[in-house]
Structures are given as C-alpha cells and as structure tokens.
C-alpha cells in the first residue's frame, strides 16, 4: 500500500468507516508526518497542544485571503433552477399558495429561519416529551404517531452555508408542491403526488448566514483549495482550514481565526455542532423545537461533500434505527442507479465505541427529541478534483429528488405496515 487515507468530512457521524465520504488520499510520508508531529507534541512535558499545529501538514499549507479567493471567482453562470442565496427565499414564501411558511427563528446576523408545511397536522396523544416516553417504557407516549393517517417528513436544509445542493433540492421540492414542476419546469406529479400522502416539513436554510457569506454561490467546478476556503475558511496567518483540526476551535472566532468560513453563523457556530443541552445559538434550537412539536417519523440532514453520493450512519441512536436507515440507504441507491446517477456505499449499523468515536450531533439530536429515524445524507457538489464525483447541475437537482422520492416511498410503506421507520408499532 503506497498511499495513505485522510477524511475530510463535514461534520457528520460515521464517516470513519465509511470509505465513499470526502476522501482525499495523500502519500503516506505525509501521513507519517503527521503522526510523528502528533506524538511530539503529545510528549512535550506540560505543552498545550496548540491548535494550528493539527490545521494542516506542510504539503496543506495553502494560503489564500478573502481578495484572493474574491479575484479567483468565475462569472457566475448558474442555471435558473439552482438556488444559492437566501436573499429571495421571503418572497418566495409569501407567495406560496398549496404550503404553509412560518418563521421559526432569526439567526445572529437577523435572517430568517422559515418551516415550510405541506399536509394537515394531525393531532394525536402527546402526554410526554420523548426522553421521559421512552423512560416510561413506552415511546408512544411521546406522540401516538401509529394514530395518524400519514407519515410525517422532516426535511432539514443545509446547516453548511456552502453546501447549497440541499438548499437547491429544497426550493425545488417546494415548488413542485405547489405547481407539480420543478423550477427547470419538468414535470413531477408523481413526486408531487406522493408528498401530498405525507405532511412534510421543509425547512430550506439550516444556517442562513452561512448561506449569505458563500458568494460564489456553487462550488460545482471549483479547485479544491478555494472549495475548503469557503467551507472552513482560514486561519490568521491567511492558511485555509482543514478538517480536523478546523473543528478544535469552537465557535470559530478569536484571534487564531483569519476568515470565517460558510460552515458556521455570524457568531462562528456550526449548527451540527451546537451544545444542544445548552445551546450556543438559535438556528440548531430550532430545527430540533420543529421536530419535537411535530415528531416526524423520518428526518434528514442535508448536506454536501466531495465524493458520491451517500447516507450516513447516525450515531448514537438504536441499532435498529441504523438498519432502518440502511434500508433507506439501500431504497434511495437503488433509485439513483436505475437514474443513470452515481452513489456511495451503504451505511453500516454499529455500537458507539470511545476507541471508534464519532460526535453526537444535530442528527443524533433530531432522534432523541423526536423518536424520528434521522440521518446526514451528503451530496457531491461537483470538486474539480480527479478523486471527487464530479456531476453536472442538473444531476445534483436530480439526486436531491431522488433521494426525497425514496424517503417519501420508504416512509410510506411502513406506515402501511403499521410501523414508524424507527420502528413504533401500530396499536
Ligand atoms: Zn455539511
């Protein structure tokens, strides 16, 4: 074996031994490197570990300031179908006639938070939150959710500004709620149709912010160095970002940081990653007080990555809950295969372990307030790099629709076998 393996994820479980998600490979003297520096700096009497010093390997020392990445921005050239700003996500809500908008929450720059609705509220028993239900042995007093007549979807739109794929996917699911055709003006009244047996949650933009600050608006085409400029940003010395060390500093702001990168909030927040039992910021409260009111059966996260496309193992929750998400792996690449598109590996239902340790995040969280079966899925944006999967737009729309025609189908059938995806029986 000639090459090493470094991960660079973007905040999601799993990813450890998932080998299709934002893989990049460097020669193994560089993996060498970075043990060596890592045991000498561990050994070093009394020595702090100092951040930066796990911000990057020599040969990953690129630097690039903000003008910098400015100058290198390519005319936009973006098709009318793809969304990649929040400014105009107001209007469109206003204008929404089928679904239902409210405001759920403001981020710390002022921007809207909005909850897109499709489908009546069905109101059930909810004597409970879900911690004390399942601590009485019994998760339906949490929310009789066998009681209602349709599967309620809850879907969460990038939390990662510069991951708009989601944001795209979204804006365009709305729309075929409303119209039956997407925004490229295709039809997709099966889509649609199968929404309309559900009541879906949409909620576009996890992390507006994030989204204001991404000025190119897609990465779909860039090289890699200015791809993690915009996700991670830089460090003060100008040197760009990289997992994982760009996540040993929390929120990211303070001096050791150069320019804030569109994973994180005006206040330097990752939403994956606020403290959810005692919370940093507004947008993650949120996303989780909307699950928590409406118990929805199946939750997605959605975000983007380099490699194919992939659903992730949620961690912490049941293993049982993880093969239900595996069986929705299975339904979803099954649909993007027969769709010509491409996709990763499947996801492997596993204990948590301190020696394989992945974080408890905003997916975990989403289970455990809500019983929901909740996982990251990770889209290609389409990295000019020969390792990434490389995608056209309309593939990316395609994907993302795919993938919400399978959790819509997958939610389905087991409300028609009488179970919650995560395996709540019918009385
Ligand atoms: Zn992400």
Not at 178 to 185: A, K
Not at 235 to 250: N, V, Y
Request: proline share 8%.
């Amino acid at each position: 074996m000639s090459r090493g393996l470094r991960l660079t994820r973007c905040g999601t479980p799993g990813a450890a031994n998932t080998p299709n998600i934002c893989r990049e490979e460097i020669p193994m003297k560089r993996s060498i490197y970075f043990i060596l520096m890592s045991l000498a700096l561990a050994a070093a009497p009394g020595a702090a570990a100092p951040q930066r010093a796990f911000a990057a390997a020599p040969d990953q020392v690129r630097k690039m300031t903000y003008q910098e990445a400015r100058q290198r921005l390519r005319p936009a050239e973006l098709p009318a179908f793809w969304v990649g700003s929040v400014e105009d996500l107001p209007s469109r809500w206003a204008k929404l006639s089928a679904g239902h908008a409210r405001e759920i929450a403001r981020s710390p720059g002022g921007r809207p938070l909005h909850l897109v609705s499709y489908g009546e509220r069905e109101t059930v028993k909810h004597p409970a939150n879900f911690n004390s239900a399942v601590g009485g042995r019994d998760p339906a007093s949490y929310m009789d959710k066998a009681a209602r007549r349709k599967p309620v979807v809850y879907f969460v739109g990038p939390v990662h500004g510069h991951e708009v794929e989601g944001l795209t996917g979204l804006v365009n699911l709305v729309q075929i709620m409303e119209t039956g055709r997407d925004l490229r003006g295709k039809d997709q009244s099966a889509l649609r149709s199968l929404g309309g047996q559900c009541r879906l949650l949409i909620l576009p933009a996890g992390n507006p912010d994030g989204i204001a600050r991404f000025e190119p608006r897609a990465i779909h085409g860039m090289p890699k160095d200015e791809f993690q400029f915009w996700g991670m940003g830089t460090w003060a010395d100008d040197s760009i970002a990289f997992w994982p060390g760009s996540k040993r500093q929390h929120p990211r702001t303070g001096p050791e940081i150069g320019w804030m990168g569109c994973y994180f909030n005006d206040k330097g927040v990752n939403p994956m990653h606020d403290e959810f039992l005692a919370p940093m910021s507004t947008e993650a409260p949120a996303i989780l007080r909307a699950a928590m009111d409406e118990g929805p059966d199946l939750a997605v996260s959605l975000h983007s990555h380099e490699s194919r496309p992939a659903v992730l193992r949620p961690a912490y929750v049941p293993l049982e809950v993880q093969e239900q998400v595996r069986s929705l792996a299975e339904r979803a690449y099954a649909l993007l295969a027969g769709r010509r598109l491409p996709h990763g590996s499947l996801p492997e239902a596993r204990p948590d372990t301190c020696k394989n340790m992945d974080s408890f995040n905003l997916v975990s969280a989403l289970h455990h307030i809500s019983g929901a079966a909740a996982f990251t899925f990770e889209c290609p944006h389409d990295v000019a790099d020969e390792k990434a999967c490389r995608v056209t737009f309309d593939e990316i729309l395609d994907i993302q629709l795919s993938v919400y025609e399978a959790m819509l189908r997958f939610a389905m059938d087991a409300k028609q076998k009488g179970a919650s995806p995560a395996g709540q029986k019918s009385n």
